[in-house]
């Protein structure tokens, strides 16, 4: 098949209003209902989107995860070509109980997302209660009674709370944990290699990373990093609609990389990743 037909699966995404202080236009721009992001995934060959709530992550330092949980669990089995993380946020406990339940009966709910910056927390500090929560999962039955063979979880990095390199401990001695470092070139400092770096120095081979940073309209970052870790570890993410979906699509359909790791990167590593959480949505 024509690498520009494959059906990819977008691991990276939301929909929502965007609040982040950003002037009403720019947040206008960044905005998207899930509708609109499930059209937009279409118009990029997207099979499935997997997003969470702007709503349980915006506004900085003020979110409520358990809101935007709550709402995705609602919004996402209703709109075709979506599944979800459930947000957690350890300065709100409540919303380890949510993931946990949501985690475990609701189909569409894959995996969890961990956003320090948005929530202002050091990963250094709340790394461990965070990762044991989501190894607890990663051995838990969902409610096709398959088990994802350990929990997915989907962690902004790149800024000075979320340092790539800071999660690797918590992944290596958490194994039923399968960590994508999101956002490939995103470094606070102007670095753009913290996530290859990080997933150099992990252990256990449970570590990946994602494409979707603005970064990735960088030439050469992209395919550097897939060179570096294997195209195994990389997965193909927009943050749509923070981003264009079909631009980020395009950056890796005419990335400078062979087919077999287009495939890669586009869909079969997510087939792989999330495994029978992912299945029942394949068929
Ligand atoms: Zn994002």
Redesign the pocket.
């Known amino acids: 098949m024509d690498i520009l037909n494959l059906p990819a699966i977008d691991v ?1 995404a ?1 929909y929502g209003d965007y609040t982040s202080d950003a002037n009403a236009h720019a947040a206008w721009c960044m905005s998207g209902d899930a509708a609109l992001v499930a059209e937009r995934a279409k118009a990029a060959r997207t099979q499935w989107t997997i997003v969470s709530a702007l709503k349980g992550l915006f506004p900085r330092g003020r979110a409520d995860a358990c809101v935007g949980n709550d709402e995705a669990a609602d919004v996402v089995p209703k709109t075709p070509g979506l599944l979800f993380y459930a947000i957690v946020n350890p300065l709100q406990p409540s919303s380890y109980d949510q993931a946990r339940r949501l985690y475990k009966t609701n189909p569409h709910c894959v995996g969890l997302k961990f956003h320090p910056e948005e929530h202002r927390y050091p990963i250094t500090q709340w790394g461990r209660p965070l990762f044991e929560f989501a190894n607890e999962l990663g051995a838990e039955k969902n409610a096709s009674g398959n088990s994802g063979g350990g929990c997915v979880i989907k962690v ?1 990095s790149g800024e000075q709370f979320s340092m790539p390199d800071d999660y690797i401990p918590f992944a290596d001695e958490f194994i039923r944990t399968k960590t994508i470092l ?1 956002n490939i070139g995103c470094g606070y400092n102007g670095t753009r290699d913290l996530q290859a770096r990080a997933i150099q120095k992990s252990k256990r081979g449970n570590v990946y990373t994602d494409t ?1 940073s603005m970064m990735s309209i960088l030439p050469r970052n992209i395919e550097w990093t897939a060179k570096e870790v294997g195209a195994d570890r990389v997965l193909f993410g927009t ?1 749509t609609p ?1 981003y264009f979906a079909a631009m980020q699509r395009a950056r890796i359909d005419y990335a400078e990389l062979p087919d077999a790791a287009k495939r890669l990167i586009l869909r079969e590593n997510a087939v792989k990743l999330f495994g029978d959480r992912l299945k029942p949505f394949l068929a």
């Open positions: 990276h939301h902004h999101a979707s943050d923070l």
